[in-house]
């Protein structure tokens, strides 16, 4: 052989050794970290514990803070912040699969699960087999929109965990009443209503004068959302194209010039992208818009949307059933046919033009959605109580 081929040969072999000892000592880690995780938590237990905590952003991470922040009993994320910070989300996942069965159940006040499938089975165990309380909240299915091709496999996986599993918890929850007629007409899902928290006081706290200073921005139109097929952002961009006159604005996750460009084809001059920003500057930013504009083909019921209520700015939505139940069906918002880039662009600028407070949203919201009264659900119903109006659907 080639002494430069034998070479080569073992510097391979050694580089994937290397690979090998690193992965074995990250499962080695992660199994320790975990195993101290489970043991804590067995020896000083929540009355509640939610999951599967795997996200630091999105809805659904929004959700269960709120929920933690706001509920009157002891609340636990699984897994916690610290565990996931240290061992990551691949970890987690392998864990929850194995060793977290483990765990037993029975003396919480309830266990709560919202989206991700090995959390669900882990639920549905624990119901089964040590009679544990369990709680289920749906928040949205993965419908077609929601990719640009076909769905990926774990969003399918999600969806059939959600229908197939879910279906068997205690308590079954629905954010929006639109979708509590979908589970119980399409999929024989009976479920209770409540919705989606608004923490309030935290959006009162946003200052229109500090993003106008910061990003020298003034009676612009804003949109806020992630670079993600079901947000739609193309349509955003379509409407600054007929807004030339009228500065538009961009936040979010994945959204940058080079992105807006590869999607639509150009950057129209008036339209600044600023990427994602933290959710103090995103209500800065709704308390100095013009007009609050949501272009998302599916939602199931969108905070951004209560969040501009709460700032009363005037908001324009799409025709779908989770943007169109914020709005109160037209009440606090206006609403376009989606795709329609006639209609949006007719009722941004009759927004632009009037430009007044939206009368009502803000105690709408507080009356509805704030967080004190969604928690005080939660809370209802962890304690197995009773629904408090003559309905099985409401608390």
């Known amino acids: 052989?080639?002494?430069?081929?034998?070479?080569?040969?073992?510097?391979?072999?050694?580089?994937?050794?290397?690979?090998?000892?690193?992965?074995?000592r990250a499962e080695d880690r992660a199994d320790r970290l975990f195993r101290r995780w489970m043991t804590k938590l067995q020896k000083n237990p929540?009355?509640?514990?939610?999951?599967?905590?795997?996200?630091?952003?999105?809805?659904?991470?929004?959700?269960?803070?709120?929920?933690?922040?706001?509920?009157?009993?002891?609340v636990q994320f699984a897994p916690e912040d610290a565990l996931l910070s240290r061992i990551g989300v691949y970890w987690c996942h392998v864990h929850f699969g194995g060793q977290f069965r483990s765990i037993n159940a029975s003396g919480f006040s309830a266990i709560h699960s919202h989206v991700y499938p090995e959390f669900n089975e882990?639920?549905?165990f624990q119901q089964q087999q040590y009679g544990a309380y369990w709680?289920?909240?749906?928040?949205?299915?993965?419908?077609?929109?929601?990719?640009?091709?076909?769905?990926?496999?774990?969003?399918?996986?999600?969806?059939?965990s959600l229908l197939n599993t879910a279906r068997f918890a205690d308590v079954r929850i629905s954010v929006s009443r639109w979708q509590q007629q979908e589970l119980r007409e399409l999929h024989s899902i009976e479920t209770v209503y409540v919705p989606n928290g608004v923490d309030v006081a935290r959006c009162c706290r946003g200052s229109a004068e500090r993003f106008r200073k910061e990003y020298s921005l003034d009676q612009f139109i804003l949109y806020v959302g992630r670079d993600d097929p079901v947000k739609n952002p193309e349509e955003f961009v379509q409407l600054?194209?007929?807004?030339?006159?009228v500065p538009c604005v961009m936040i979010g996750g994945g959204?940058?010039?080079?992105?807006?460009?590869?999607?639509?084809?150009?950057?129209?001059?008036?339209?600044?992208?600023l990427g994602p920003k933290s959710s103090a500057v995103v209500h800065d930013a709704l308390a100095a818009a013009a007009v609050v504009v949501v272009t998302s083909k599916r939602e199931g019921l969108p905070?951004?949307?209560?969040?501009?209520?709460?700032?009363?700015?005037?908001?324009?939505?799409?025709?779908?059933?989770?943007?169109?139940?914020?709005?109160?069906?037209?009440?606090?918002?206006?609403?376009?046919?989606?795709?329609?880039?006639?209609?949006?662009?007719?009722?941004?600028?009759?927004?632009?033009?009037?430009c007044v407070p939206t009368v009502g949203a803000l105690q709408h919201v507080k009356s509805e959605y704030d967080w004190s009264v969604t928690a005080a659900k939660l809370d209802r119903i962890y304690r197995r109580e009773k629904p408090a109006k003559d309905s099985n659907s409401e608390y």
């Not at 999951?51 to 269960?64: Q, S």
């Open 240 to 245: 600054a194209l007929r807004l030339p006159e």
């Open 46 to 74: 929540p009355e509640v514990l939610i999951g599967g905590n795997f996200d630091f952003a999105g809805g659904v991470r929004g959700h269960l803070l709120g929920i933690q922040t706001y509920s009157n009993l002891k």
């Open 303 to 354: 905070t951004l949307v209560l969040e501009a209520m709460v700032h009363e700015r005037p908001v324009v939505v799409p025709d779908e059933r989770g943007c169109s139940e914020a709005v109160n069906h037209g009440e606090f918002g206006s609403i376009y046919s989606l795709g329609d880039l006639d209609d949006l662009e007719n009722k941004v600028r009759a927004a632009l033009a009037q």
């Open 1 to 24: 052989m080639n002494p430069c081929n034998r070479i080569a040969g073992y510097a391979k072999k050694i580089r994937h050794e290397l690979r090998m000892w690193g992965y074995r």
């Open 255 to 273: 959204l940058t010039p080079a992105r807006v460009f590869e999607l639509c084809g150009s950057v129209p001059q008036n339209l600044r992208i």
């Open 135 to 160: 709680v289920h909240t749906y928040h949205n299915h993965y419908y077609p929109e929601f990719s640009r091709g076909p769905l990926e496999p774990w969003m399918l996986r999600i969806n059939e």
């Open 122 to 124: 882990w639920c549905f």
